[in-house]
Nanobody, 115 residues
């Protein structure tokens, strides 16, 4: 069974930066796309960013200009570089592998933005 393992979450002050990583147990290019979603407390899960197999990237409206998604195919890793973090970025961040027939979610990593 494919596994996704997220890392890099933690506590950061407003205006700070954080880098999240997601490592897959098989080639990330075997999926249609790799994405990050987040779920703020008491809210629905939402798209943060996605990188498609061909390299095209898309971002959620609330993070455009502050977050960059990238990948390292040799390491089967997808990363999320987050800058200018705000308290409203506080959420559990999930890695998602999007397939043609099914998706795989990671277990999530907590990001808390607070002074």
């Amino acid at each position: 069974q494919v596994q996704l393992v997220e890392s890099g979450g933690g506590l950061v002050q407003p205006g700070g930066s954080l880098r999240l990583s997601c490592t897959a147990s098989r080639s990330i290019l075997s999926w249609n796309g790799m994405a990050w979603h987040r779920q703020p407390p008491g809210k629905q899960r939402e798209l943060v960013a996605v990188i498609w197999r061909g390299g095209v990237v898309d971002y959620g409206d609330s993070v455009k200009g502050r977050i960059t998604i990238s990948r390292d195919t040799a390491k089967n890793m997808v990363s999320l570089e987050m800058n200018s973090l705000k308290p409203e970025d506080t959420a559990v961040y999930y890695c998602l592998a999007r397939g043609s027939e099914s998706d795989v979610w990671g277990q999530g990593t907590q990001v808390t933005v607070s002074s």
